[in-house]
Structure formats: C-alpha cells, structure tokens
C-alpha cells in the first residue's frame, strides 16, 4: 500500500506561482514512476507531468517551459512548481504513483489539490 498527500493548492493570479507537493508513505519502496495529473470542471483527468524513478522528466506541450517536476527520493516527495500560470491551469491537480510490488503493478492516488488562477 502506498499513501499519497499532496498539499500547495491554493488561489494565484494570472503570471504568478505555486508550487505543490506529494509526499508518499507505506510501501514506498514500490514506486517506480511518480507524475502529477490535473482534471478542469468538465474536463478530464489529464496528465501534466511525470518523473522516472531515474529523474527522467515529460512534461505535456501545454506546460512545457512553465511547470518543473522534481522529486527526492530521500523525502520520497515529488513536487510541481508552476511558474508562470495560466487561466486554463486551473483544476483539480492530482498525484499520481505507479507501482510494481512481487510482480504486480498498483496505480495510487492523491486527494486532489485546488488550484485557482485568478484574472
């Protein structure tokens, strides 16, 4: 089992920034991939970035130059700063972990984070 709780959601306006966390608990030596993923009202889920237990980062073409995802093993934390933010990054952002454990693959889910960017 692998616990995931993400924080750093909050209100921004438009250029501004913020910058979000997940921490991860229980079984974390099973995670493999981490990746941050965001859902708009009437939109849906959709990834925004992710990282490789290796630190090899993708991020989509909306985000590209703007967001950062990072991640330290040692805190078994992953992070998304969001420089530069836009109107249309506002969502529901959630964290993501994928995991492989004797040979079985796990998908584990944070609450959700709001994140409102103001005009």
């Known amino acids: 089992q692998v616990q995931l709780v993400e924080s750093g959601g909050g209100l921004v306006q438009a250029g501004g920034s913020l910058r979000l966390s997940c921490a991860a608990s229980?079984?974390?030596?099973?995670?493999?991939?981490m990746g941050w993923y965001r859902q708009a009202p009437g939109k849906q889920r959709e990834l925004v970035a992710f990282i490789t237990s290796g630190g090899r980062a993708i991020y989509v073409d909306a985000v590209k130059g703007r967001f950062t995802i990072s991640r330290d093993n040692a805190k078994n934390t992953v992070y998304l700063q969001m420089d530069s933010l836009k109107p249309e990054d506002a969502a529901v952002y959630y964290c993501?972990?994928?995991?492989?454990?004797?040979?079985?693959?796990?998908?584990?889910w944070g609450q959700g984070t709001q994140v409102t960017v103001s005009s």
């Open positions: 993501h972990a994928e995991s492989t454990f004797v040979a079985t693959r796990r998908d584990y």
């Open positions: 229980g079984n974390i030596f099973s995670i493999n991939t």
